[in-house]
């Protein structure tokens, strides 16, 4: 696998990124980060006291119409940076005695993170490495990442194929992506976390629920709980607020209700689903409070 005919995630575009040929995820062979730093707000088993040691790369090979980190994704804001550095930024956030090395939205660069990883490795990288991502992942790219990659933290977006059409610009998506967490769950199997209750391996599930779309989400943790070890994390979120052109759409304008919430709340009890987090909403509308166990 090479980027001269790209085939890194299911889009499988066939252009030669070595020639800035540009497809799906608008990325070329050059590494693009838009920063790195240290967050404090991930969940309690990543962040930590310390922080996790985020890396957010440039562009994404989905088009999710509520984005939050839109002008990173979509309109591509960062830099370029070449593999060594990369290497050296790792080193640099293990220097600041973060948790860990996240690595935010970086399927379009998984080949030059392997390299950077065995070079930060040669120069005492010892961290877990967690691959933050959208879920739209082909296996093929993922079984190159075993052994490079200590947690896996996708998103599982969509039960509907028809929403993941309408809001990110996708087919297929829950095949492609249940087919890529299956992978993942191979690779890492359940959450191992250590004395301090950090995760050092493990699969880690998040699900961002929609106003308007709550059977969605049902069907989502359901399949989760139906085909993957009891013992995963989920992370149910409950933060979703209307940015970017979700603005003008008519059912995701809004906040989630309390009533939307708390309706996941029980579905999350009927499951009996043991492991992960849930945020709440809290006594106003717009505030939300996180809720670090289920």
Not at 91 to 109: D, H
Not at 115 to 128: D, F, N, R
Request: negative net charge; proline residues 3%; hydrophobic residues 30%.
């Amino acid at each position: 696998m090479d980027l001269t005919k790209c085939e890194i995630c299911p889009h499988k575009c066939g252009v030669d990124r070595t020639k800035n040929e540009i497809g799906r995820c608008k990325s070329t062979d050059k590494v693009k980060i838009a920063l790195y730093s240290v967050h404090h707000f991930e969940e309690p088993c990543i962040s930590g006291e310390n922080g996790s040691g985020t890396v957010f790369f440039s562009n994404c090979n989905l088009n999710c119409i509520y984005c939050q980190n839109y002008e990173i994704s979509q309109q591509g804001k960062g830099r370029e940076i070449s593999i060594e550095e990369l290497a050296e930024i790792f080193i640099e956030q293990q220097n600041r005695n973060v948790e860990n090395i996240n690595l935010v939205t970086p399927t379009s660069y998984t080949l030059q993170i392997i390299e950077a990883i065995k070079i930060a490795k040669k120069k005492g990288l010892v961290i877990p490495i967690i691959y933050n991502t959208n879920g739209y992942e082909e296996v093929e790219t993922l079984k190159l990442l075993e052994g490079y990659v200590d947690v896996y933290l996708p998103d599982l977006k969509y039960y509907d194929d028809g929403i993941g059409k309408k809001y990110s610009k996708i087919d297929n998506y829950f095949e492609i992506a249940t087919k890529a967490i299956q992978e993942m769950y191979r690779q890492v199997g359940s959450p191992v976390l250590d004395e301090r209750g950090m995760i050092r391996k493990g699969l880690m599930i998040r699900h961002l629920v929609l106003p308007n779309y709550i059977e969605n989400s049902k069907k989502v943790l359901k399949w989760i709980k139906e085909n993957i070890d009891k013992n995963v994390y989920i992370d149910i979120m409950a933060q979703y607020f209307p940015t970017y052109q979700a603005k003008n759409d008519s059912k995701l304008n809004r906040k989630l209700t309390k009533e939307e919430y708390q309706e996941i709340e029980e579905y999350v009890y009927q499951l009996d689903i043991k492991n992960g987090y849930m945020q709440e909403l809290g006594e106003h509308e717009e505030e939300y409070v996180p809720k670090w166990d289920i």
